[in-house]
């Protein structure tokens, strides 16, 4: 089987429309083969379980930039043991609480000078205005665990994030928004569910596919990477050798390297 690593935002989603009916073909020949598709994304778990619930996926999901990894109840025949049990899957919680990493936000944030606005200062709105989603899904998305997302609002971004390591967390971009974690990313979440499908299933090779930054550590991980078209995508490539550029943006262009990585 091949075992599919995708981000969400400006790779299998839209940038600006999070639509991602384009891929819904190629979403179903993954499933079909027998292959698995796994959501690779700074967003909430909240708002991933919508998304996946409306794709009809059955497999495991990666939320909040690798603070947890999510799996459908005995996904690989057991319970794993490190698992928590809650709201219908098996967590496994790889981040920091998000009350303390609210708390270093602030720290970093007067320590440097910088000025910050994080998703816990923002009502629903301000999260909608930000991201351009409708409110029920701004809701969603506003239902932080592991990571904060925050936008700089005056000074220098590069004396924050010095801060922020100097303090012991780590910072990412995505498309929209920097954001705050400690002890986890992508690439070590993607590292453990690969390592536990090559403990339980048949893996031919792992595929990755990003548009950001943030997804080249986890592209760096997978047999076989893709990058979707972006403003990042030159920085990108220069992180991420070997990995091949999709011919198009978004699900479109997801939809043609899924197929290639099919045939
Ligand atoms: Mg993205």
């Known amino acids: 089987m091949l075992v599919f690593f995708t981000d969400l935002d400006g ?4 940038h600006d429309t999070y639509d991602w009916q384009p891929a819904r073909h190629a979403i179903r020949r993954i499933q079909t083969g027998g292959h698995a598709l796994i959501l690779c994304t700074s967003k909430s778990l909240a708002e991933v379980a919508a998304l996946w619930r409306a794709m009809g996926l059955a497999d495991p999901v990666i939320v909040e930039n690798g603070g947890a990894i999510c799996l459908p109840p005995r996904y690989f025949g057991e319970t794993l043991p490190a698992a928590v049990v809650r709201g219908g899957w098996e967590v496994l919680e790889l981040g920091a609480p998000y009350p303390e990493l609210v708390r270093a936000l602030g720290e970093a944030a007067g320590v440097s000078g910088v000025a910050v606005r994080g998703f816990s200062q923002m009502d629903t709105a301000e999260v909608a205005l930000r991201t351009g989603l409708p409110l029920e899904t701004a809701r969603l998305a506003h239902q932080r665990e592991f990571d904060e997302p925050f936008v700089v609002e005056e000074g220098d971004p590069a004396l924050l994030c010095a801060a ?8 990412t971009r995505g498309g929209r928004f920097f954001h705050i974690l400690r002890g986890c990313d992508k690439a070590k ?7 536990l499908f090559r403990d339980h299933r048949s893996v031919a090779r792992t595929v990755g596919l990003g548009d950001g930054l943030n997804d080249a550590g986890f ?3 997978t047999g076989s990477a893709w990058l979707l078209p972006s ?14 550029v999709a011919p198009a943006k978004g699900p479109a262009g997801w939809a043609q390297a899924v197929e290639r990585e099919l045939a």
């Open 164 to 171: 922020i390591e100097h303090l012991g967390y780590s910072w």
């Open 189 to 195: 979440a993607v590292r453990r569910l690969a390592a």
């Open 219 to 221: 592209l760096r991980e």
């Open 11 to 14: 790779t299998l989603l839209d």
């Open 231 to 244: 403003r990042q995508t030159e920085e990108l490539a220069r992180l991420t050798p070997g990995a091949r």
